[in-house]
């Protein structure tokens, strides 16, 4: 499986922002989140998608927006599609789901 590209903003419990595009995957049950310009370190951000709650879908002028919370931060995913339409929201949704 290829990576998918996001615009992605975290939102820490002190409302304190950090913001980045990255390359995302889901596999095995995580969620791999790898910064490539902005703010955020360059480290990768692993997420066991069993410990997202509040997940949320919803449209950003025009673009999807997916958040969730994943250890007190609030996620906000916000994409075009591009690669493969839905790809975050289709398998996000259903292995937390699941």
Request: aromatic share 16%.
């Amino acid at each position: 499986m290829n990576n998918m590209f996001a615009y992605i903003e975290i939102i820490n419990n002190q409302s304190k922002s950090e913001f980045s595009y990255v390359n995302f995957e889901i596999k095995d049950n995580l969620l791999s989140i790898k910064p490539l310009k902005g703010i955020l370190p360059a480290d990768k951000i692993k997420i066991p998608l069993d410990q997202i709650t509040d997940i949320n879908s919803d449209d950003y002028y025009g673009w999807d927006k997916i958040e969730f919370i994943f250890n007190h931060q609030k996620y906000i995913f916000l994409y075009s599609g591009y690669g493969e339409y839905d790809y975050l929201k289709e398998h996000l949704i259903s292995a937390i789901m699941a």
